[in-house]
């Protein structure tokens, strides 16, 4: 889902420059976020076997999608990746499947498979954010936008609903309350359970301030054990609310204190403050124009990604080891964000980092 959040700046510059209709083709997990991105027509679910996925997919399911494609009759793909990732089985799909113009960063000579080639000079070069990297991808059909913001909308229903969902578990919805997300899918980002009980009790008892753990399903037995290790004032709500109540409860967070996921693009889109607990895995995938103040972490080694451009980037960024952030700092960190206020508005601004 922070992959597509990321890219909505870039979607909307073709939406504006081009007045076309844009469908997007994402996996399951991207797709869950899409109906609430402004500029997205209409979405094509697909778990192909180049991604990450939940399902296994078969070559049937391939052809079944270039077939789909092909009844679409699209004019142009344009195929956003990041520094890490080879565009080409994409381009191939796009190139079975008919479609005219192909546009996408490449660092081998793509030859027919595109048609609109930009060279890849991330991350020997420089590294961009990834929302700056889609940006510049588009710019190479004349689009722009003058609102390079994330962006993410929801209904006064999603909002109402996720209000009585989380009054019944006994949140004051009428108070302040700051949201707390330690769920991850990759163990390596992970913020260890005993440390993220000491910063919640601490912030508790240095704040008073109401705190909600959320997550998704997978994350209940988590938020459990952390609302139970304190006496009072704190509320599990994993697996409670939809994508779309969750973004809600987002919006009307005091603070988000977050792993770096899907959940921090998520608060920037909605210009909800946030601490970030940022394990040194994507330089490029930072909190984008956030009220932010950033910690980061090292990764084991043994947890590190084998793609050896990724290698690459850790060599040259993150060959100094950083250390978990203590509980104390973090607490401080959120005690000064409350005592030093800004005023909410859609976005936010520069993000901090501390190591």
């Given at each position: 889902?922070?992959?597509?959040?990321?890219?909505?700046?870039?979607?909307?510059?073709?939406?504006?420059?081009?007045?076309?209709?844009?469908t997007?083709?994402?996996?399951?997990?991207?797709?869950?976020?899409t109906?609430?991105?402004?500029?997205?027509?209409?979405?094509?679910i697909?778990?192909?076997?180049?991604?990450?996925a939940?399902?296994s997919?078969?070559?049937?399911?391939c052809y079944?999608?270039?077939?789909?494609?092909?009844?679409?009759?699209?004019?142009?793909?344009?195929?956003?990746?990041?520094?890490?990732?080879?565009?080409?089985?994409?381009?191939?799909?796009?190139?079975?499947?008919?479609v005219?113009?192909?546009?996408?960063?490449?660092?081998?000579n793509?030859?027919?498979?595109?048609?609109?080639?930009?060279?890849?000079?991330?991350?020997?070069?420089?590294?961009h954010?990834?929302?700056?990297?889609?940006?510049?991808?588009?710019?190479?059909?004349?689009?722009?936008?003058?609102?390079?913001?994330?962006?993410?909308?929801?209904?006064?229903?999603?909002?109402?609903?996720?209000?009585?969902?989380?009054?019944?578990?006994?949140?004051?919805t009428?108070?302040?309350?700051?949201?707390?997300?330690?769920?991850?899918?990759?163990k390596?980002?992970?913020y260890?359970?005993?440390?993220?009980?000491?910063?919640?009790?601490?912030?508790?008892?240095?704040?008073?301030?109401?705190?909600?753990?959320?997550?998704?399903?997978?994350?209940?037995?988590q938020?459990?054990?952390?609302?139970?290790?304190?006496?009072e004032?704190?509320?599990?709500?994993?697996?409670?609310?939809?994508?779309?109540?969750?973004?809600?409860?987002i919006?009307?967070s005091?603070?988000?204190?977050?792993?770096?996921?899907?959940?921090?693009?998520i608060?920037?889109?909605?210009?909800t403050p946030?601490?970030?607990?940022?394990?040194?895995?994507?330089?490029?995938?930072?909190?984008?124009?956030?009220?932010?103040?950033?910690?980061?972490?090292?990764?084991?080694?043994?947890a590190?990604?084998?793609?050896?451009?990724?290698?690459?980037?850790?060599?040259?960024?993150?060959?100094?080891?950083?250390?978990?952030?203590?509980?104390?700092?973090?607490?401080?960190?959120v005690?000064?964000?409350?005592?030093?206020?800004?005023?909410?508005t859609?976005?936010?601004?520069?993000a901090d980092?501390?190591?």
């Open positions: 889902m922070g992959d597509v959040i990321m890219t909505s700046p870039a979607i909307r510059a073709l939406k504006e420059s081009l007045d076309c209709r844009i997007l083709l994402t996996s399951a997990m991207g797709g869950l976020v109906s609430f991105i402004p500029g997205i027509d209409s979405t094509i697909a778990d192909l076997p180049w991604i990450s939940q399902s997919p078969t070559p049937d399911n079944q999608l270039i077939r789909q494609l092909q009844d679409h009759h699209f004019d142009l793909a344009v195929i956003f990746t990041a520094y890490s990732q080879n565009p080409l089985p994409a381009a191939f799909l796009c190139w079975m499947s008919g005219p113009r192909r546009l996408a960063y490449c660092r081998e793509p030859h027919h498979l595109l048609t609109d080639w930009v060279p890849d000079k991330e991350p020997y070069s420089f590294i954010h990834q929302t700056e990297r889609d940006l510049f991808l588009v710019s190479h059909l004349g689009a722009t936008t003058t609102d390079d913001n994330l962006h993410l909308s929801f209904s006064a229903d999603a909002r109402h609903w996720a209000m009585v969902k989380l009054h019944a578990i006994g949140l004051d009428d108070q302040p309350w700051i949201t707390l997300h330690p769920g991850v899918i990759e390596k980002r992970e260890p359970i005993a440390l993220w009980i000491e910063t919640i009790r601490l912030i508790r008892e240095q704040t008073h301030a109401q705190l909600l753990i959320t997550g998704s399903n997978m994350d209940i037995p938020a459990e054990q952390l609302a139970s290790a304190i006496p004032g704190i509320y599990a709500a994993a697996g409670l609310l939809t994508i779309e109540e969750f973004i809600a409860t919006a009307a005091r603070m988000v204190v977050s792993v770096n996921t899907a959940t921090i693009h608060a920037a889109a909605v210009g946030q601490i970030v607990l940022y394990a040194q895995t994507n330089p490029q995938h930072m909190p984008w124009k956030a009220r932010a103040t950033i910690f980061e972490f090292s990764v084991d080694r043994s590190r990604s084998r793609n050896e451009v990724i290698r690459h980037v850790n060599d040259r960024l993150y060959n100094t080891w950083s250390p978990y952030p203590t509980p104390q700092s973090i607490a401080a960190a005690r000064r964000q409350l005592e030093n206020p800004a005023k909410k859609s976005h936010g601004q520069v980092s501390l190591k």
